[in-house]
């Protein structure tokens, strides 16, 4: 099965907000666009996937995650992440009424092609099915296949949301890169012990971290 991947980023101005304990405001927008750059490089990398589709309204994000062959998509409702996502969706969905799409977090640095794969072919069986993140509160990845509505719930303790909402919780192992969001700055020492991707490990290694 081949999989369209629908990737949210906000401006890059206000993201990362929770990494000001280790990125100053001058260092959180780069911060975070390397990180979209490692996670879409690493899922253009995957053989599971087809297309990745960016929904943002950065310019700067935009011009950068197109250079590596992601296809943007302007958020034009402006709603908040759920309604960016649904959007997206419904555009994929109107050129290609039966791909499997699934909703993927940008700020995953440390993403591996292969555990990707292996994530996306667990989920291939079922209408609807989700990852927990790394801390088993929220949601990393949301999936829905041919004919299915993805019903995005992200936010804070999106993991309950989403099994509530009827999808299938994914097996939590072997899926450590997929998993390990990073939000704080103790999520991003989390991904550098994983191995982030080049742009990554460049911006963090301007940040000076302890132990890194």
């Known amino acids: 099965?081949?999989?369209?991947?629908?990737?949210?980023?906000?401006?890059?101005?206000?993201?990362?907000?929770?990494l000001a304990d280790t990125a100053g405001d001058g260092v959180r927008p780069g911060l975070a666009l390397a990180f979209a750059q490692d996670t879409i490089a690493a899922a253009l990398?995957?053989?599971?996937?087809?297309?990745?589709v960016v929904v943002t309204n950065d310019a700067l994000a935009g011009h950068e995650?197109?250079?590596?062959?992601?296809?943007?998509?302007?958020?034009?409702?402006?709603?908040?992440?759920?309604?960016?996502?649904?959007?997206?969706?419904?555009?994929?969905?109107?050129?290609?009424?039966?791909?499997?799409?699934a909703a993927?977090?940008?700020?995953?640095?440390?993403?591996?092609?292969?555990?990707?794969?292996?994530?996306?072919?667990?989920?291939?069986?079922?209408?609807?099915?989700?990852?927990?993140?790394?801390?088993?509160?929220?949601?990393?990845?949301?999936?829905?296949?041919?004919?299915?509505?993805l019903q995005p719930a992200f936010g804070a303790r999106s993991r309950a949301r989403h099994r509530a909402s009827g999808a299938v919780e994914l097996p939590l192992d072997r899926a450590d890169s997929v998993r390990q969001d990073v939000d704080t700055g103790d999520d991003l020492r989390a991904a550098l012990s994983l191995g982030v991707g080049p742009r990554t490990a460049a911006a963090a290694a301007r940040l000076l971290i302890p132990g890194q």
């Open 1 to 18: 099965m081949q999989w369209t991947l629908v990737i949210p980023l906000k401006p890059l101005a206000r993201a990362k907000s929770r």
């Open 104 to 149: 993927l977090n940008a700020d995953l640095p440390a993403l591996r092609p292969l555990e990707l794969a292996r994530v996306l072919d667990t989920a291939a069986p079922f209408p609807r099915a989700f990852l927990p993140d790394a801390a088993e509160i929220g949601t990393t990845l949301l999936s829905a296949g041919a004919g299915q509505e």
């Open 45 to 52: 990398a995957c053989d599971a996937v087809d297309d990745v």
């Open 65 to 101: 995650l197109a250079a590596l062959g992601a296809r943007i998509v302007p958020d034009t409702p402006s709603a908040g992440l759920n309604a960016a996502l649904a959007h997206a969706t419904a555009v994929v969905r109107a050129e290609h009424p039966r791909t499997p799409v």
